[in-house]
T-cell receptor
């Protein structure tokens, strides 16, 4: 069965500093990988996804992530954090279901706090 | 283009009652997924509907059920509510078949069981 580990429950960075959120996954085949962001009381917004091809993927809001098969990792990065980036971030791995569906297994999330 | 919409935004029920949550997918999407986000348990897959049929379900008891209508909207029913059913219920939609790898989420329904 697939699983996702986000080892950092909370991270605090200063505005303008760089950010890296860690994600490790376990999946038997080539994974579909995602990063979502959730603001308090809100749904999930997709930041970026990896299906195949270039291992460095660009997303919205200046985020990027790098897929490293050898390390089973898909870390999220941003060169310069803005105060509005404060939110909870979820890494997820997708498992294809019979019939073409995609079941997401999420990590426990990383709460990002941005200090002004 | 409208996103995934869920109603109601908040729902308060008494233990033992039934709750009905609704979801309208993005136009052109035929798949609807339901996830539960409970405090301390994280985001867990509940159900997947596609083309009107339940295709897969997560590790939840049968009192969690639902359906998908011909217009692809979906309803999640939770019977015999228990206190631990209190959670944010998120609906997501995607295109069907092999194109259905990217899911878009709604804002969720906050269910509180008292």
């Amino acid at each position: 069965a697939q699983s996702v580990t986000q080892p950092d429950i909370h991270i605090t960075v200063s505005e303008g500093a760089s950010l890296e959120l860690r994600c490790n996954y376990s999946y038997g085949a080539t994974p579909y990988l995602f990063w979502y962001v959730q603001s308090p009381g809100q749904g999930l917004q997709l930041l970026l996804k990896y299906f195949s091809g270039d291992t460095l993927v660009q997303g919205i809001k200046g985020f990027e992530a790098e897929f490293k098969r050898s390390q089973s990792s898909f870390n999220l990065r941003k060169p310069s954090v803005h105060w509005s980036d404060a939110a909870e971030y979820f890494c997820a791995v997708g498992a294809l279901l019979t019939g073409g569906g995609n079941k997401l297994t999420f990590g426990t999330g990383t709460q990002l706090k941005v200090e002004l | 283009e409208a996103g995934v919409t869920q109603s109601p935004t908040h729902l308060i029920k008494t233990r033992g009652q039934q709750a009905t949550l609704r979801c309208s997918p993005i136009s052109g999407h035929t798949s609807v997924y339901w996830y539960q986000q409970a405090l301390g348990l994280g985001l867990q897959f509940l159900l997947w509907y596609d083309e009107g049929e339940e295709r897969n379900r997560g590790n939840f008891p049968p009192r969690f059920s639902g359906r998908q209508f011909p217009n692809y909207s979906s309803e999640l029913n939770v019977n015999a509510l228990e206190l631990e059913d209190s959670a944010l219920y998120l609906c997501a939609s995607s295109r069907g078949g092999s194109e259905g790898t990217e899911a878009f989420f709604g804002q969720g329904t906050r269910l509180t069981v008292v």
